[in-house]
């Protein structure tokens, strides 16, 4: 029991779909996290949110547009993606975004499929 | 730029001992993290480390070298259930995770 979940677990979207991942941590940090995960490649961070404020964004295509109302749920709105963006797709969480040990918990992800 | 080395795939036998080793390169250093991720599931978390030095804990220990921008991941009495991924971590001096690709271990009996 890792305190954040994920949903959906699987998703399969058309070229020209919009839909949404969904994070909620229960662990009552400060910080949340996205990440892509392709096979056999380091995890790779999308965007951050410290105390609901975007800090980080590794010039993630728009297509990829991340929503953060409140310190425990984040989400991922996804539109017109491409094929190469099928992936695992990570949510993570951290007491916060500054400081030396700073944990992170990650959900179980997204397996996302773009056809 | 910032990289994070680590052996791709390693085979190892139950009770056995094995070491994985793992090379960074960042701007600013901030701690060494490991993780284990089995297939399917979340990574979570096994060691810190962010000065010299060997860290027990039970079965596995982490051992860190600044100078050398070395850590090694260290698993003993080596059990079924440690198949998995083990992921290398670096903290920089924004305090983000510099990733390795993850070293796939595979328990033969």
């Known amino acids: 029991e890792t305190g954040v979940t994920q949903t959906p677990r699987h998703l399969v979207m058309g070229m020209t779909n919009k839909k949404s991942l969904k994070c909620e941590q229960h662990?009552?940090?400060?910080?949340m996290y996205w990440y892509k995960q392709s096979a056999k490649k380091p995890l790779e961070l999308m965007f951050v949110?410290?105390?609901?404020?975007?800090?980080e964004n590794n010039s993630v295509p728009s297509r990829f547009s991340p929503e953060c109302p409140n310190s425990s749920h984040l989400f991922l709105h996804l539109h017109t993606l491409q094929p190469e963006d099928s992936a695992l797709y990570l949510c993570?969480?951290?007491?916060?975004?500054?400081?030396?040990?700073?944990?992170?918990?990650f959900g179980p992800g997204t397996r996302l499929t773009v056809l | 730029g910032q990289n994070i080395d680590q052996p791709t795939e390693m085979t190892a036998t139950e009770g056995a001992i094995v070491q994985i080793n793992c090379t960074y390169q960042?701007?600013?250093?901030?701690?060494l993290f490991w993780y284990q991720q089995h297939a399917g599931e979340a990574p979570t978390f096994l060691s810190y480390?962010?000065l010299d030095g060997l860290e027990e804990k039970g079965r596995f220990s982490s051992f860190l070298s600044r100078s050398k921008g070395y850590s090694y991941l260290l698993l003993k009495e080596l059990q079924m259930k440690d198949s998995a991924s083990y992921l290398c971590?670096?903290?920089?001096?924004?305090?983000?995770?510099?990733w390795g690709a993850g070293t796939k271990l595979i328990i033969k009996p």
């Open positions: 971590a670096a903290m920089d001096s924004n305090y983000q995770l510099i």
């Open positions: 960042t701007s600013g250093f901030n701690g």
């Open positions: 993570a969480s951290s007491q916060d975004g500054q400081g030396d040990y700073n944990e992170q918990f």
């Open positions: 662990l009552g940090h400060n910080a």
């Open positions: 480390n962010v």
């Open positions: 949110y410290n105390f609901k404020e975007q800090t």
